[in-house]
């Protein structure tokens, strides 16, 4: 008797929830897809270099989005070739030059061209692979604090790309954007409390070799405190913060308080279990230099990654802003 007053009670309680409950709870479910589906397509208002006057301090989208259509004009930048080692080289260390030649009189600057050769071992799986290069190229440039100090934070990308691509989005968009944010802190008044550097490498795509011959052997990479990598695995969208740390929970203190986060645990998980086969430039900053970090990409419209697709017709004016990553800076 006792049993069968439990079942009654059991099947009285699955049934006792009101239909129009359910409705609403499915309801909720797909408004708050729709809510976070809305912000996920918010994107700042693209300024235009007409803009600049009235938003003196603010990214120039227009700008950002020239430097963009130069280096995609050149092609794919096949580490080796002309395009990449020449003219690449020889545009982006042109478009620096101008921007020292305007910069605010209370800025030290440094320009440096790294030709370097080495080699390592990084574990992939299952058995981990030894990766040699010669002559691979870095383009550097240091921005001194306003007192002399030895912590440095670095931002890299990188302007090779691979045979089958123009690279816009892997990864000219984001060497467009260093040189963008470049420009608006040299044109103000310098009061960093710490030196930023930017490298521009130039052999990413053949396994991480520029990135680990700046790493190792540059003069200033002893002084990297931390790294903000910024990469592509599609085209489009928001740059996603998918890799921190390791083990410093401070950079998210620091994120966190930007205008437009955005980020997201899973892509770490997946990375740091070793299921899959590639990795970024992070894990030679990582590995080889004992930074910290923010690794970032873009992951929108996967299959124009590595294709001919990924060009500058593909990448809309708002897509070329440094979405919550440039107060970091």
Same mark, same amino acid.
């Given at each position: 008797?006792?049993?069968?007053?439990?079942?009654?009670?059991?099947?009285?309680?699955?049934?006792?929830?009101?239909?129009?409950?359910?409705?609403?709870?499915?309801?909720?479910?797909?408004?708050?897809?729709?809510?976070?589906?809305?912000?996920?397509?918010?994107?700042?208002?693209?300024?235009?270099?007409?803009?600049?006057?009235?938003?003196?301090?603010?990214?120039?989208?227009?700008?950002?989005?020239?430097?963009?259509?130069?280096?995609?004009?050149?092609?794919?930048?096949?580490?080796?070739?002309?395009?990449?080692?020449?003219?690449?080289?020889?545009?982006?260390?042109?478009?620096?030059?101008?921007?020292?030649?305007?910069?605010?009189?209370?800025?030290?600057?440094?320009?440096?061209?790294?030709?370097?050769?080495?080699?390592?071992?990084?574990?992939?799986?299952?058995?981990?692979?030894?990766?040699?290069?010669?002559?691979?190229?870095? @383009? &550097?440039?240091? %921005?001194? !604090?306003?007192? $002399?100090?030895?912590?440095?934070? +670095?931002?890299?990308?990188?302007?090779? /790309?691979?045979?089958?691509?123009?690279?816009?989005?892997?990864?000219?968009?984001?060497?467009?954007?260093?040189?963008?944010?470049?420009?608006?802190?040299?044109?103000?008044?310098?009061?960093?409390?710490?030196?930023?550097?930017?490298?521009?490498?130039?052999?990413?795509?053949?396994?991480?070799?520029?990135?680990?011959?700046?790493?190792?052997?540059?003069?200033?990479?002893?002084?990297?405190? @931390? &790294?903000?990598? %910024?990469? !592509?695995?599609? $085209?489009?969208?928001?740059?996603? +913060?998918?890799?921190?740390?390791?083990? /410093?929970?401070?950079?998210?203190?620091?994120?966190?308080?930007?205008?437009?986060?955005?980020?997201?645990?899973?892509?770490?998980?997946?990375?740091?279990?070793?299921?899959?086969?590639?990795?970024?430039?992070?894990?030679?900053?990582?590995?080889?230099?004992?930074?910290?970090?923010?690794?970032?990409?873009?992951?929108?419209?996967?299959?124009?990654?590595?294709?001919?697709?990924?060009?500058?017709?593909?990448?809309?004016?708002?897509?070329?802003?440094?979405?919550?990553?440039?107060? +970091?800076?």
């Amino acid at each position: 008797m006792h049993q069968d007053y439990k079942i009654h009670k059991m099947k009285n309680g699955a049934h006792s929830v009101h239909p129009i409950i359910g409705f609403i709870f499915i309801l909720s479910i797909f408004c708050l897809y729709g809510v976070v589906y809305l912000i996920d397509g918010w994107l700042p208002k693209p300024l235009t270099v007409a803009d600049e006057k009235y938003y003196p301090s603010d990214f120039i989208t227009e700008r950002a989005q020239q430097h963009l259509k130069a280096l995609t004009s050149i092609g794919p930048r096949v580490v080796g070739s002309r395009e990449n080692e020449i003219q690449a080289v020889e545009y982006l260390t042109g478009a620096i030059r101008t921007i020292w030649q305007f910069a605010h009189t209370s800025h030290n600057i440094e320009l440096d061209l790294q030709l370097v050769s080495g080699s390592y071992f990084i574990e992939f799986m299952p058995y981990g692979v030894i990766n040699a290069y010669s002559n691979v190229q870095n @383009v &550097v440039v240091k %921005l001194h !604090a306003r007192h $002399a100090t030895n912590n440095s934070l +670095l931002v890299n990308a990188h302007f090779d /790309s691979v045979s089958t691509s123009p690279g816009g989005s892997d990864d000219g968009i984001n060497c467009a954007i260093m040189l963008e944010v470049l420009q608006k802190h040299t044109q103000t008044v310098n009061n960093l409390q710490h030196n930023i550097i930017f490298l521009f490498n130039g052999a990413e795509e053949t396994g991480l070799q520029a990135s680990h011959g700046f790493i190792t052997q540059h003069k200033w990479a002893k002084e990297v405190r @931390v &790294v903000i990598n %910024l990469e !592509a695995a599609g $085209a489009g969208g928001k740059e996603i +913060l998918f890799q921190s740390g390791p083990k /410093s929970p401070w950079l998210i203190d620091y994120y966190k308080k930007v205008p437009r986060p955005n980020g997201q645990v899973a892509g770490e998980e997946f990375f740091q279990s070793g299921a899959i086969p590639s990795d970024t430039d992070f894990r030679i900053f990582r590995d080889f230099g004992g930074a910290v970090g923010l690794d970032f990409a873009y992951d929108r419209n996967g299959y124009r990654y590595h294709t001919s697709f990924d060009d500058f017709e593909n990448i809309p004016m708002a897509r070329t802003n440094m979405v919550g990553i440039t107060p +970091l800076l």
